[in-house]
Every structure is written in structure tokens, then in C-alpha cells.
């Protein structure tokens, strides 16, 4: 896999320092976001983090799905989310750190900066203490 | 009256030193705390309450351990044994499929692993113990409050056996047992089946709860060392995390998460 531009509708939106230490986050490119759009198929309201998964088109315009690994449940409920914010069959656009090996896999801990079929959704709660996930 | 607006004047006088001494306490220990308030009245020694970690120790940007500004005295076999300890967090961190954190396996995080990570936990009197139930994991430890010794053959436990006593109004608790396989924090630090820990919880007004331990191990460590203090914030009614949430490690979730993300993510198939 040449690059992660090997998503047509992932764009590279900029670079953002995070600590060193970031959380589990260290197989994910974290000074990169990207934006990937697509159809939900399935969303993991589990432990030990959530997952949220995107059929997306590559540059070949063939069908990838693509895996976003969330935060956990605890944390997210934490900020208003629930198991039913998303749906199979929602657009989605997402802002995720992208896997550093190219992987269709990406990161996105609370908060979160998505849109569910065009609109924005908000994070409720800002807990006083984000545990390091 | 004379007596009364004298005594009103000594009150007031009383509450300024007290509010002081909150703030001060509380100066730089905690991130994203609300402002102090006047502490309230509170039995120093009921606990009793749901608290929430995230001040003082668990440091990010430690060089060693999250507990612990100051690289602890490893000796050349805990040098060792945190080498061969690799998780996906902290200053040796690796990508987590790579690693061998054994709650990358739905394994129990342990007593003092939990200890600092900043998820709630609920303190419980009930008699002769003392309970604390932990959101993360979903365990729960006793400290055992009638005097007992703790014992001198332990069998290995991934929460200990706990032993409390009142020392004035700090809670001094004694823990052997902890079973090895657990680490002390996020970042793998090690101890050994040697290793006895004394912690120290200090009330030190009603909304706030400060924790110091020290660890002895002479098979990791050269010397016992004593952790930097961790606070704990009271969660009243309207807190998010007043109500501890089941959270499970289950297997079968951990192995689905692990094929379909954890892996992938770092190119492992």
C-alpha cells in the first residue's frame, strides 16, 4: 500500500502536536488528521473502545471498509454519546488520526469532530478529567 | 452578646485559615478541577463517596512511571524486568499489537494499575472492612478494619490483601500478595511477588481525597520508594462519573477488537 492517500475521500487536513505519551494511540500517525467519508455498516458499542465501520472508496473507486476505533463506552457515554448514535446506512464524515502502517484503520478519542449525514454532532459533556485511553 | 460577636469574628477567622489551607492544598494538583469552595464540614474519617483521579501523581510526562516525577531506584533485575515489559502507553511505548500488556488480553488491570488510572471508584463503609469498587474492570478490593494481620504466606491476588488501621486521620493500608503479573501504572512498570505496599488516603476536606503510597520491593528496587501524592476529587449528584458504569473487559470483545483493529492498525494480521 503506497500511502494513505490511497483513499480518494481521505484528506489531509493539517498536523496537530498531541503529548509524546499519547494514550493507545501510537499505532496511529498522530500528528496527521484526515477525513474519511462513507456509509456506516456496523457500530461496536464495546469495550475495550468502540469502533465505528465506514464502507469508503478507494482511488479506484472500489468499495474498502474502513475501521474507526473510538473511545470507550464509559468515556463516550460521558459525553452524551450512546449505542444509537450512529446508525447502519449513515453518512458519515470523520476526523481520525490515520493507522501508521496505511491500514484502513483509524483513531478518533472524545472529542470528536464528525458529521452524521451533514450535520455536526456535538460532544455534551467535556468530563473534568479525560482518562488516558 | 459580647460573647456572640466575638465568637462570630473567631468563626469566620476559623473558615478564612481553613479556605486557605483548601486552596492552597489544591494549587496545581488538579487539572480541570472546578475552583475550590469553602470546605464543608466531613468525617475525616468516612470516605464514603465516589472519587474521581486526575491530580498529582499519573503524570504524562514522567520519565519512568506515572507515579513518579523521579526515575524509582530500579535494580538491574527490575531494570530487566521493565524492559521486557512493553506496553502501548508512555515514554517506551510500542504499538499495542507489538506489545504484551496483559490487559491487551482482557487480563485484570490489578490494584495499583487501577490506582492510577483516572476512572472512578466508589468507597463503601461496611463494618469491619473497607470497600472500594472500581469502574475500570468492574473489580473491587476490601481493607480489612478489625485489626488482623495480613498474612505472612500470601497466595498471589491481582487486588491483594489489605489491611487498614487509622493513623490520626489518615488511612494507612497495608497491602501484600499483589500478584506480579499485573504492572504498577500504565507504562509497565514492574514489582515483584516480594513487594508490600503501604498507602496512605488522607480526607483532606470533603471534596478532596489525596493518596501516597510507598512501595517496598527489594528484588525490583533498591530502596523503598514513596510515590508522589495522587488526588482524588469527590463526585457530587450532577458529575458525569457519579454513577460507576459497568465497564467489562470481556474476551470475547477484547479478541474481536484486537483482530478487527488493534492489530491492523500496527500491520500485524
Known amino acids: 500500500m503506497k500511502s494513505t492517500l490511497f483513499f480518494v475521500f481521505l484528506v489531509l487536513i493539517g498536523a496537530v502536536s498531541l503529548f509524546a505519551h499519547h494514550g493507545t494511540g501510537i499505532s496511529y500517525d498522530q500528528d496527521a488528521w484526515i477525513t474519511v467519508k462513507g456509509t456506516v455498516t456496523e457500530f461496536a458499542w464495546k469495550n475495550p473502545h468502540s469502533q465505528l465501520y465506514l464502507d469508503i472508496k478507494d482511488e479506484k473507486g472500489e468499495t474498502v471498509n474502513y475501521a474507526i476505533e473510538l473511545n470507550s463506552p464509559g468515556v463516550m457515554t460521558r459525553y452524551g454519546w450512546s449505542r444509537r448514535t450512529f446508525k447502519v446506512g449513515d453518512m458519515i464524515e470523520f476526523q481520525v488520526h490515520p493507522s501508521r502502517v496505511g491500514a484502513p484503520v483509524g483513531e478518533a478519542l472524545c472529542p470528536c469532530k464528525v458529521k452524521i449525514n451533514g450535520i455536526e454532532l456535538k460532544s455534551e459533556e467535556q468530563p473534568a478529567q479525560q482518562p488516558q485511553q | 452578646m459580647h460573647n456572640r460577636v466575638a465568637g462570630s469574628i473567631a468563626v469566620l477567622a476559623l473558615m478564612t485559615v481553613f479556605s486557605s489551607a483548601a486552596l492552597a492544598q489544591r494549587g496545581g494538583g488538579t487539572r480541570g478541577a472546578a475552583p475550590a469552595a469553602p470546605s464543608v464540614p466531613h468525617d475525616p474519617h468516612d470516605l464514603t463517596g465516589v472519587w474521581l483521579g486526575g491530580g498529582g501523581g499519573g503524570g504524562n510526562r514522567n520519565p519512568v512511571t506515572q507515579w513518579l516525577r523521579q526515575a524509582p531506584p530500579l535494580t538491574a533485575e527490575g531494570k530487566a524486568k521493565m524492559d521486557s515489559n512493553k506496553s502501548g502507553k508512555g515514554p517506551r511505548a510500542v504499538m499495542p499489537a507489538l506489545g504484551n500488556d496483559p490487559i491487551g488480553d482482557a487480563n485484570p488491570p490489578g490494584l495499583m494499575r487501577t490506582l492510577v488510572y483516572n476512572r472512578p471508584l466508589q468507597i463503601i ?51 501484600v500478595g499483589l500478584d506480579p503479573r499485573g504492572w504498577l501504572d500504565e507504562w509497565g512498570t514492574p514489582f515483584s511477588e516480594e513487594t508490600k505496599v503501604e498507602e496512605r488516603w488522607h480526607r483532606v476536606d470533603r471534596d478532596t481525597l489525596e493518596l501516597t503510597f510507598t512501595l517496598t520491593d527489594p528484588k525490583y528496587y533498591s530502596k523503598p520508594w514513596t510515590s508522589d501524592t495522587r488526588t482524588f476529587r469527590l463526585q457530587g449528584k450532577n458529575s458525569p462519573d457519579h454513577e460507576l458504569l459497568e465497564v467489562i473487559f470481556a474476551p470475547l470483545d477484547e479478541q474481536e477488537f484486537n483482530r478487527r483493529v488493534r492489530n491492523p492498525a500496527a500491520g500485524v494480521k
Do not use: C
Open chain 2, 125 to 175: 463503609n461496611a463494618g469491619d472492612q473497607i470497600v472500594t469498587l472500581f469502574e475500570w474492570g468492574h473489580f473491587w478490593r476490601s481493607i480489612w478494619m478489625d485489626a488482623r494481620k495480613v498474612p505472612d504466606d500470601p497466595d498471589p491476588r491481582w487486588y491483594g490483601y489489605s489491611v487498614g488501621h487509622w493513623d490520626g486521620d489518615t488511612l494507612v493500608v497495608d497491602t
